[in-house]
């Protein structure tokens, strides 16, 4: 089924001030929705970042520990472009993240840390919307996050986490997976597109091991194209598009 023959994206909901972005690596925010970032910091309101790991095995002519610092300080830098001044790394394993108890509770955790009225978190599914495999980092950490975002609220679901001042939050009303195959909702690109290429080219590092191309040119167009994709769904206007799921 093509774009034109589904239903028209609808505005991500406007009523919240915190947000929380939980993903795997250094660089999948800003492949995937720093410019919805962007412009949301630009009206005030308030976003910060938690990476399960450093992507300490993304770079394949560096070793971890010379690559997971790089990658830890282009994220910074990257995070700081759009206006992101929190970010936390978990320090889970990169390429090899797990399902299971210990990640909800790291990602429970920090929804209690932040109190987040939106969590956002890149594609769990197990294709992209192109039929590519996705990673099994991503489809670990965005199933998590959905977790963890009832898990933060329930006072019985790791109490351990109390006895570290952490109270129970129950204050998550959604989460929005970004490049989800199947969204449902979208922001407008335009305001923070410039910001969005700026804060990608921030992981040079990574980019030019992916790419011969010129690190703008490759940013540009990758940003423009994945922007464009589901246009005809919004009103033929350039879109950050999300999956987001109602608490």
Known sequence: ????????????????????????????????????????????????????????????????????????????????????????????????IEYG???????????????????????????WGSGTWNTPDHVAVGRAVLDAAADAGNRWIFPELAEQELAPWNGVRWVAVANSPN??????????????????????AYIETLTDEDPETYVRRFLTDSTSAHSARFGGKPAVVFELFSR
């Open 1 to 96: 089924m093509t774009d034109s023959n589904l239903p028209p994206l609808q505005p991500m909901p406007a009523d919240w001030q915190r947000a929380l972005a939980v993903v795997a690596h250094p660089d999948d925010l800003e492949y995937g929705c720093s410019a919805a970032v962007a412009s949301w910091i630009q009206d005030g309101r308030e976003i910060a970042y938690v990476l399960a790991t450093r992507g300490e095995a993304g770079i394949d002519t560096l070793a971890p520990a010379e690559s997971g610092p790089l990658r830890e300080k282009e994220q910074r830098a990257s995070a700081a472009v759009v206006g992101v001044r929190v970010v936390e790394f978990l320090d889970h394993r990169d390429g090899t």
């Open 101 to 127: 108890i210990s990640l909800r509770r790291d990602i429970a955790a920090a929804i209690r840390r932040h109190r987040p009225e939106l969590v956002i978190t890149l594609n769990h599914h197990a294709t």
């Open 183 to 204: 969204p449902t909702h979208a922001v407008p690109a335009d305001r923070g597109l410039e910001q969005a290429v700026l804060s990608l080219l921030e992981h040079r």
